[in-house]
């Protein structure tokens, strides 16, 4: 049914019986219990859309009815109740009018989820390959647990997490992080991100108004504290990891780090820092933030373990399946101190009466069947060889390049010879090519260095998530564009 033009007398003519035949048939044909809320709807929904235009005359009731063969008193009292909500207007002997307080809506849902930046093939870091998820072995898993699960652990969940997770996940980040894990100061968070607001959260309301984050480093933490009103202090890096100076000099009792494969620089921080962190801590009673994002993807050796393993009661620890599964998946964990442990779990309770259970319990299953040990295994293998076929690509289109932060994670740093500068112009060039990269200098905090420093070509770039093939192809465009 659409508006129609005035007639005669200056005032809109009644909409013809055939289109409200035709916008009101399927409410007609409910079943005769629904057929007024039907009618009713279809009304509403015309008018909410706009193919019912304010001032609009509508037919009769006798009229309608008719044309609709129900009775009249349906149409009649949808008439009356459209017009009580404000959807319709009426007049002794006016007829029934299209009301004019509704506006029509155009609903449409924008999809805001992060993208590489327009460019054919991307090097930016930070995704995983999704299509290695493990589709079968999940399935199979939601299967299992919907069969077994008891209807009661469908209620709110311990905000904390299921105690069947807690316990998996402890048994799992001892063996494989070397952490310190009690189940009891475990929660099962929404990702990295969750588990660093409650952190910053609970640190406000403790006094803290000020952060250390290493710089360059992850842009994410400076967003995440100040949302609770924590200020982040960029703090310089040296070979060996955070460093040590600044530390003391910036007044902060609160740092947030990456010390087993630092990001984006990708150093591993040496004992002797780590051990030096520690005792910075303990000084100043403060607390080490451990962002563990990517510690499980070490390819020559062991992978380093977690930092808070040395001391838990002064390093936070979280981490995420969003690299060795799938970030949509929105699960994480966060290992905190004694001393945090209830206020950060009342902080949890009331952000979002925890973690959805039936996601809980599948996570559960999948872990004690070994499902996500095989899931990491399988993806250590497909990260390695795309590091290696990245790292050749390199050496055969860009002779000279020094490649850094390959022994773990899932991105390299790349330094290419001051043949391909200044950095602007290679960027614009990539970009031209259709090539999307990031600049290492995009992760700092700094206005941009000194004249050699803007020369130098520094790149953050991200592999897991193209096929080796891919990477080749996209290292020799490159190359042709530069």
């Not at 319990?361 to 399988?378: M, N």
Request: hydrophobic share 40%.
């Amino acid at each position: 049914m659409v508006p129609v033009p005035n007639g005669p007398d200056g005032r809109p003519d009644p909409v013809d019986a055939s289109a409200a035949w035709e916008l009101l048939l399927p409410a007609a044909a409910a079943p005769a219990r629904s057929r007024g809320r039907a009618l009713q709807a279809a009304l509403r929904d015309a008018v909410r859309s706009g193919r019912l235009a304010p001032g609009t005359r509508l037919p009769s009731s006798r009229d309608l009815a008719a044309d609709l063969k129900v009775s009249r008193g349906l149409v009649t009292e949808a008439y009356e109740q459209l017009t009580a909500e404000g959807y319709l207007r009426s007049g002794r002997g006016a007829g029934t009018w299209v009301g004019d307080a509704a506006r029509a809506a155009r609903p449409r849902a924008r999809d805001l989820a992060p993208r590489s930046g327009g460019g054919r093939t991307g090097f930016v870091p930070g995704t995983p390959d999704l299509s290695l998820f493990p589709r079968s072995a999940w399935a199979a898993a939601q299967r299992s647990v919907l069969a077994e699960l008891p209807h009661e652990a469908l209620g709110y969940p311990d905000p904390r997490g299921l105690p069947r997770l807690r316990t998996a996940l402890a048994e799992l980040l001892t063996r494989r992080r070397g952490v310190v894990a009690d189940p009891e100061r475990l929660l099962v968070v929404s990702g990295v991100a969750q588990a660093s607001a409650l952190l910053a959260s609970v640190l406000h309301a403790r006094g803290v108004r000020t952060a250390g984050v290493e710089d360059p480093g992850s842009p994410q933490h400076d967003d995440l504290y100040a949302s609770a009103g924590v200020r982040t202090v960029p703090l310089p890096l040296d070979d060996e990891g955070l460093a040590l100076g600044p530390l003391h000099d910036s007044g902060v009792r609160a740092v947030v780090t990456t010390p087993a494969h630092q990001f984006p620089t990708g150093i591993a921080y040496s004992a002797r820092r780590r051990a030096a962190l520690l005792d910075w801590a303990r000084s100043v009673d403060g607390i080490l933030l451990e962002d563990d994002y990517d510690g499980d993807f070490r390819y020559d050796r062991a992978p380093v373990g977690a930092l808070q393993g040395l001391d838990p009661e002064r390093v936070a620890y979280t981490g995420s399946v969003s690299k060795s599964m799938a970030p949509g998946l929105r699960l994480g964990w966060l290992l905190v101190p004694e001393w945090l442990a209830d206020e950060v779990v009342e902080r949890k309770r009331t952000t979002d009466l925890g973690h959805p259970a039936l996601d809980q319990a599948l996570f559960a299953h999948f872990v004690e069947r070994g499902e996500y040990d095989r899931q990491l295994r399988l993806c250590q293998r497909a990260y390695r060889e795309r590091r290696d076929v990245l790292v050749a690509a390199l050496e055969e289109h860009f002779p000279g390049s020094r490649v850094s932060g390959i022994a773990a994670g899932l991105h390299a740093i790349a330094t290419l010879p001051e043949r391909y500068g200044p950095e602007k112009h290679f960027l614009a060039r990539a970009a031209d090519a259709g090539i999307a990269v990031r600049a290492l200098a995009e992760y700092g905090h700094g206005a941009g260095g000194d004249e050699a420093a803007r020369r130098a070509v520094r790149l953050v770039l991200g592999y897991a998530h193209l096929t080796p093939g891919r990477i080749r192809a996209a290292v020799e465009s490159l190359a042709r564009a530069v």
